[in-house]
């Protein structure tokens, strides 16, 4: 169960931050996860952009496949397997995640999220300011953050520079986007290397798990 977090903040409409949302338990059975989903069906690796470059951080996903920049059920530009299904726990895990971010019990009904993007960042990796806008749906992007705090940048929909906030997410952190702040550009300047809880079963680095509906049926 979701650990007990402590003061909500709300970034921007729609754009919730919840410090320690997930206790150490709920923590380490998701690492656990990550590790089985990393060695495969298709396996968690660097991937690589349209015009030839590699993204620094680590991803696989569950569900459907996401690649730059569209969702497939197979992966072909990795090995051709079909990726991990999405677990009908981690579903759960989202709608209670919208229902305790927006304060409404009714907020994750009918929150059915199809896909898991999972990213693992090494000290050094990156994420630049971008727009999740590959899926057909609208529904809220919920966001869980293990290991290494990060400086996690969160701006508008219209563009990539100011206006932006920089919030601090650490081991346990929900972060959850809908509404008007769904298709707000958003990225990750910085890891901060050794702030992470061994306990947690993650060693050194950061996962980030979101969840999101793809829309595709």
């Known amino acids: 169960m979701p650990g007990t977090h402590q003061v909500r903040t709300e970034i921007t409409p729609g754009a919730v931050h919840l410090p320690r949302w997930l206790g150490p338990d709920q923590q380490r059975r998701l690492v656990e996860a990550c590790r089985g989903w990393a060695s495969g069906p298709v396996p968690m690796r660097h991937t690589r952009l349209p015009r030839g470059g590699v993204m620094s951080v680590q991803t696989v996903c569950v569900g459907w496949h996401w690649q730059p920049y569209r969702y497939t059920r197979t ?10 299904p999405l677990p009908g726990w981690l579903a759960e895990l989202g ?3 919208l229902a305790d971010a927006y ?5 994750g009904d009918g ?4 896909t898991a993007l999972v990213n693992f960042y090494d000290g050094q990796a990156r994420m630049g300011m971008h727009q999740d806008k590959d899926e057909r749906s609208g529904a809220p992007v919920v966001s869980l953050s ?9 701006g508008n929909p219209v563009g990539r520079g100011k206006p932006y906030t920089d919030i601090e997410l650490g081991s346990g952190d929900l972060f959850v986007f809908g ?3 769904r298709f707000a550009y958003h990225g990750v300047p910085r890891v901060r290397p050794g702030t992470g809880d061994p ?3 993650l060693a050194a680095g950061r996962l ?7 829309g595709l049926g």
């Open 75 to 84: 992966a072909d530009d990795v090995n051709g397997e079909r990726v991990a």
């Open 95 to 97: 709608r209670r995640a």
């Open 103 to 107: 304060r409404d019990p009714a907020a």
């Open 111 to 114: 929150y059915a999220p199809d």
């Open 146 to 154: 293990i290991g290494d705090t990060c400086v996690f940048r969160f």
């Open 179 to 181: 509404g008007p702040a």
């Open 199 to 201: 306990a947690t079963g």
């Open 208 to 214: 980030n798990i979101t969840l999101r509906a793809t």
